[in-house]
């Protein structure tokens, strides 16, 4: 057997050469079959999804943008423990912690909270590692279909604690359907 | 000639010039639809209604454009270059026959510009001359890319040219006459000349995809080897007209198609309309069903495109030369022997 017959995945194939003939060289027949094939698309259903207008479909176990907790009175839930800035894979969590002041503990569940609390959106990955390093089940990912919006600045895909802190609004319905 | 006859050829030739423009500029967006559509695509959608307002957008984009001119000595030559490509392409419409005739208030409009003996070799003579404005502009570009555009295309259509006439005596000998008026009014009813002619048709129309350089000959602005081909160094405005006139060329094309094999203004049942409803009716129709014809044969320019890669440069000069030339001899051969035989015998 000499080398060029040899097809080790089996699926080599000889390459013809042959030439033309004359109905072949002037192409139409093959141009046919093309157009043939192209008009048949023309009818066929359009795979595009809209985007603003039709969100696509997404998988149940999805992870959406985060949100810090406020537990059932309505307090943060964070105490700025920096855990889940140390478990973020791409680094992208960063958070300035702060004392309680007497008078405050309506807004915060612990003595100790985030004065300041940042992810950058350039970074996040959304692998939700945060969410299980948190021991105080502060932050969490939601199902929220918004994507991240652009911008033309780096700061503004900077997240601070007014886009973070899910809203009062939401955490008095949560306590209503709780008692 | 009266006033009368002046002012009514006036707002022809204007209707016919704005026409032609909307049409060149919905090409543009049917183009992208179609294409889009091929592939699977929505295409633009969100200018107006279905992307309705995107020739406007992209007109108006155009014009805002900078205007650069390139360090170039041909600066006069660099403006004549797009303003030929488009003047020819407009030029052509003098003579196309857009319906037979109409009767407002006592006083008979032909729907002609211009009805000339020799329509078909004016035809021939405003398409030839268009290739100048592909190879001005190149040339004047100053730009090795445009240069090599401007010598393709201009060997190309010199090629297909030779084609596209042969193709056409064929049809003249058939026919006896030059004037597209009686060319139009000889296919009545469904005696198109398609039928007479199946092999000039073919080798005219792939003759037409060339003179107006579209895909499978678009040669002269291959992308992958020539940049943008002899529009390389233009921008803004002047872009645009090479683009609007490559359009409008293809309109007028589909136009001369339409008129020359599928019957023009000729539909089945127009004696039965013209009897029932009256002939004003009928030819009104007559004009819609050109245009039909006419958007058929851009439709197909676009299916075309979209379907088939562009030639190599020597595969085109064989088809040219070594096929559609001896094939367009050969229909002329043909059809004189026809003719003659018919002559006798029938």
């Known amino acids: ?179 | 000639m009266d006033s009368a006859l002046i002012i009514e050829k006036g707002i022809f030739i204007v209707v016919i010039f704005a026409i032609t423009m909307l049409m060149a500029m919905y090409s543009t967006l049917a183009e992208r639809k179609i294409a889009a559509w091929l592939q699977d695509r929505i295409g633009p959608n969100r200018a107006g209604k279905g992307g309705i307002l995107q020739p406007l957008a992209d007109g108006l984009k155009l014009f805002a454009k900078e205007e650069f001119m390139p360090d170039t000595p041909n600066k006069f030559l660099f403006i004549l270059g797009p303003a030929i490509s488009m003047t020819m392409a407009l030029l052509t419409s003098a003579v196309l026959p857009w319906g037979d005739k109409l009767e407002i208030a006592g006083h008979t409009v032909i729907l002609q510009a211009t009805d000339i003996d020799v329509a078909m070799l004016y035809v021939f003579a405003v398409l030839s001359v268009g290739v100048y404005g592909i190879m001005i502009g190149g040339w004047a570009s100053n730009n090795k890319y445009s240069l090599m555009a401007a010598l393709r295309a201009s060997s190309q259509l010199i090629s297909y040219e030779v084609a596209m006439g042969l193709s056409i005596v064929a049809l003249i000998m058939m026919s006896g006459t030059m004037s597209l008026r009686e060319i139009a009014a000889q296919q009545e009813g469904m005696n198109w000349n398609v039928f007479y002619q199946p092999l000039g048709f073919i080798i005219f129309l792939v003759c037409s995809f060339a003179e107006t350089n579209r895909t499978p000959f678009d040669l002269a602005e291959c992308e992958a080897e020539l940049i943008g081909g002899h529009h390389t160094e233009y921008s803004s405005m002047k872009m645009g007209f090479y683009l609007f006139g490559e359009y409008a060329a293809m309109f007028i094309s589909s136009a001369i198609l339409a008129i020359l094999y599928f019957g023009a203004y000729n539909y089945p049942g127009m004696s039965w309309v013209a009897e029932n409803w009256g002939a004003n009716m009928a030819n009104i129709l007559g004009i819609v069903v050109l245009f039909i014809k006419i958007c058929f044969f851009i439709f197909f320019y676009m299916w075309v495109r979209w379907t088939i890669p562009r030639f190599r440069y020597d595969q085109l000069m064989n088809l040219g030369w070594k096929m559609l030339i001896p094939l367009a001899i050969a229909n002329i051969v043909l059809t004189g022997v026809i003719i003659i035989i018919a002559d006798k015998y029938l």
């Open chain 1, 1 to 179: 057997m000499s080398l060029d017959t040899i097809s080790l995945s089996g699926r080599k194939k000889e390459v013809s050469n042959k030439k033309m003939n004359f109905w072949e060289s002037i192409y139409l027949v093959a141009i046919l079959k093309g157009l043939m094939i192209t008009i048949k698309h023309l009818f066929k259903r359009k795979v595009t999804i809209k985007y603003p207008e039709q969100i696509r479909e997404f998988s149940p176990v999805y992870r959406g943008q985060h949100m810090l907790k406020r537990d059932e009175k309505g307090r943060e839930n964070c105490t700025a423990c920096g855990m889940c800035a140390v478990a973020c894979p791409a680094e992208a969590i960063t958070m300035t912690a702060a004392e309680r002041k007497p008078g405050e503990e309506h807004l915060y569940r612990e003595e100790k909270y985030a004065s300041v609390y940042e992810i950058n959106m350039l970074r996040c990955i959304f692998c939700g590692l945060c969410e299980e390093a948190c021991p105080k089940d502060a932050i969490y990912l939601t199902e929220s279909k918004v994507i991240v919006k652009s911008a033309s600045h780096r700061e503004d895909f900077i997240y601070g604690k007014d886009k973070l802190v899910m809203p009062l609004e939401m955490a008095i319905k949560n306590s209503k359907s709780l008692n």
